[in-house]
């Protein structure tokens, strides 16, 4: 099956905010360290894409990509493109989330694709990121030719509320 990576406007969003919530909600309870701590509803998921994702959207400081296959949303990645004034050359990259039942197919690696394509026709030359040290999704950063800037230890807790992880900022220049 193929997986084509769509643009999604403010309008897009709406119509596949269920799509979008429960990737997050189900990506939060496999584990993934993305801001959120399990268990997270989906009506919790859906309160971030329509309350803090969609007003950035519409107002075009945020570009936000699904993964389709076979007409449905199974990933996405945001490319924050708001920056201060001595930064409008970066954008960084943000909540990239593959449902966990389709990972390792290439979707995160299409998804990145996309977004760094978008970066680079935005007149962008630096995109950063951060992740959780040792995360699954480090690698496919390394292989996309982003560099390691510094770890943070004791970031964040994970999503169980059991233990506190390091953050790796990484950086690559386009």
Not at 10 to 27: G, P
Not at 99 to 106: A, E, I, K, T
Request: neutral net charge; proline residues 5%.
């Amino acid at each position: 099956m193929e997986t084509k990576v769509v643009a999604l406007d403010a309008q897009a969003l709406e119509k596949c905010v269920t799509s979008l919530s429960r990737i997050l909600a189900d990506s939060v309870g496999d584990g993934a360290s993305i801001s959120f701590m399990a268990p997270l509803s989906r009506d919790d998921a859906e309160g971030f894409w329509m309350g803090d994702v969609l007003p950035e959207v519409a107002a075009g400081r945020r570009l936000l990509f699904g993964a389709e296959r076979g007409n449905e949303i199974v990933g996405t990645v945001q490319l924050i493109t708001a920056m201060p004034p001595n930064q409008l050359h970066r954008c960084e990259i943000a909540k990239m989330i593959v449902h966990p039942g389709v990972r390792r197919l290439g979707i995160g690696r299409a998804l990145m694709n996309r977004a760094l394509d978008s970066a680079r026709k935005l007149g962008k030359t630096l995109v950063t990121l951060d992740t959780r040290t040792g995360d699954i999704a480090e690698p496919l950063y390394a292989s996309a030719g982003f560099k390691v800037a510094g770890i943070i230890p004791d970031f964040a807790w994970d999503p169980d509320g059991k233990a506190r992880h390091a953050t790796t900022y990484m950086y690559r220049q386009i």
